[in-house]
C-alpha cells in the first residue's frame, strides 16, 4: 500500500488526486489529523486513518501496511519541523516501508538564509540514517507565493520588497504531478532527486515586467531596505518571527540559493511545466 501524509493540504491533495488516477483506490492509504477532513477520499475508496506526526504513536496504524510512505512536510519550522519529520520517518521504518519519500526542497542546505531549508536538510540526514531506501524530492520554490509578494502591486503600480534573486518558481500542480509518478514508479530516483523544478528562475523585476506586459500597465519594482520592509510588515501586524523568516527568503535569493532549476521536472511529466506568465496570466485577469 502506498501511504500518503499532508493530504489535507494544497500538496497533498493534489498528489492523493493523481495518484488515483495511476493506482487502484484500495492501494492508497492517507495518514490524517482529521478523518473528516478526508470524507472524499473514503468516499473514493481510499483507506483513511488517523495519524499525527506530533503524537508519533498514532502513526502505526495509520503506516500499517506501508510499501511506500510519502511524508509531506509539515508548515513548523526548526526543531519542531524536524522533530515531526523524524517521527514520520521513524514510524514507515517500522511499519515495514520499503521505501520513504520526503517532500524536501531544491535549496534544501544546513546553512541557508531561509529557515526553512536547513530542517529539509537536517529530515534528509534522518532519511539517510533510517536504513530504509528512500527519494527526497528536491521540489522548486511553490510559485504560490507570488501572489503574496505582489502584495498591491498591481493597484499601486510598484512591487515593494526587499533585494532578491532568481527563484524556481514552480506550480502545485506540476510537483503533485510528478510526485504520483514517482510513487507509482517506484524507485525512479534513489536519495536526492534532481532538482525538481520548471526551467526558468526569475527574480521580482522579471515578475513586474510580465505583469507588465500581460495588464499593460507598468509595474515598477522597487527595492526596499531590509530593516525598514521588516519595520513595515510588523507595522501591518506580521508576527515577528514571520518577518524575520521572510526576510530570511529574501536574503536566501539574493544569495542564489533559489537559482537553480533542472530538467527532470518536465522529463517526469513529459511536458513542459507551467511558465510562471501562466499563473500571472490568470492573476492579472482577476
Ligand atoms: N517548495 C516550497 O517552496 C514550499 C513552500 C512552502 C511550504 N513548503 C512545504 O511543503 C509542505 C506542503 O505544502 P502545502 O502547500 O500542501 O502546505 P499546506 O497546504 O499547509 O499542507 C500542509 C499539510 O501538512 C499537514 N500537517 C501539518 N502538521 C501535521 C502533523 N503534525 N502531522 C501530520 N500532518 C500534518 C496538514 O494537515 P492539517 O490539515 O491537519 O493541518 C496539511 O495536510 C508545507 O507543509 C511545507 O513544509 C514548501
Same mark, same amino acid.
Not at 72 to 80: C, E, H, I, P, Q
Not at 170 to 176: F, Q
Not at 196 to 205: C, E, N, R, Y
Given at each position: 500500500m502506498i501511504i500518503v501524509t499532508g493530504v489535507t493540504g494544497q500538496l497533498g491533495s493534489r498528489i492523493v488526486d493523481r495518484l488515483l488516477d495511476r493506482v !487502484?483506490?484500495?492501494?492508497?492509504?492517507?495518514?490524517?489529523?482529521d478523518t473528516g477532513a478526508a470524507a472524499d477520499l473514503t468516499a473514493r475508496g481510499v483507506r483513511v486513518r488517523h495519524g499525527d506526526f506530533a503524537d508519533p504513536s498514532s502513526l502505526a496504524a495509520a503506516f500499517e501496511g506501508a510499501a511506500q510512505v510519502l511524508v509531506?512536510? +509539515?508548515? /513548523? +519550522?526548526?526543531?519542531?519541523a524536524v522533530a515531526d519529520h523524524a517521527a514520520a520517518i521513524g514510524a514507515a521504518r517500522v511499519a515495514g516501508a520499503r521505501r520513504i519519500l520526503y517532500t524536501s526542497h531544491q535549496a534544501a542546505a544546513a546553512d541557508s538564509a531561509f529557515a526553512p531549508? !536547513?530542517?529539509? =536538510?537536517?529530515?534528509?540526514?534522518?532519511?539517510? =540514517?533510517?536504513?530504509?531506501? *528512500? +527519494?527526497?524530492?528536491?521540489?522548486? *520554490?511553490?510559485?504560490?507565493?507570488?501572489?503574496?509578494?505582489?502584495? /498591491?502591486?498591481l493597484e499601486t503600480g510598484e512591487l515593494v520588497a526587499p533585494a532578491d534573486g532568481p527563484v524556481s518558481w514552480?506550480?502545485?500542480?506540476?510537483? =503533485?504531478e510528478a510526485t504520483a509518478i514517482l510513487l507509482a514508479d517506484e524507485g525512479r530516483f534513489d536519495g536526492p532527486t534532481p532538482p525538481?523544478?520548471?526551467?526558468?528562475?526569475?527574480?521580482? =523585476?522579471d515578475v513586474a515586467a510580465i505583469v507588465s506586459d500581460l495588464t499593460? $500597465?507598468?509595474?515598477?519594482?522597487?527595492?526596499?531596505?531590509?530593516?525598514?520592509?521588516?519595520d513595515a510588515m510588523i507595522a501591518h501586524g506580521m508576527p515577528v518571527?514571520?518577518?524575520?523568516?521572510?526576510?530570511?527568503? *529574501? $536574503?536566501?535569493?539574493r544569495a542564489g540559493e533559489f537559482a537553480t532549476t533542472g530538467p527532470e521536472l518536465e522529463k517526469v511529466l513529459?511536458?513542459?511545466?507551467?511558465?510562471?506568465r501562466a499563473l500571472l496570466a490568470g492573476i492579472s485577469a482577476g
Open positions: !487502484p483506490a484500495d492501494e492508497v492509504g492517507v495518514s490524517v489529523r509531506v512536510s +509539515t508548515s /513548523r +519550522t526548526g526543531a519542531d531549508m !536547513p530542517d529539509h =536538510a537536517a529530515t534528509e540526514r534522518h532519511l539517510a =540514517a533510517a536504513g530504509v531506501a *528512500f +527519494t527526497a524530492l528536491r521540489n522548486g *520554490f511553490y510559485a504560490s507565493t507570488i501572489p503574496h509578494l505582489l502584495g /498591491r502591486a514552480t506550480v502545485h500542480d506540476d510537483l =503533485a525538481l523544478t520548471a526551467p526558468d528562475a526569475l527574480d521580482l =523585476a499593460g $500597465r507598468t509595474v515598477r519594482r522597487v527595492v526596499v531596505d531590509d530593516a525598514e520592509w521588516t518571527e514571520q518577518a524575520r523568516l521572510l526576510l530570511g527568503m *529574501f $536574503r536566501a535569493a513529459q511536458r513542459p511545466a507551467t511558465p510562471v
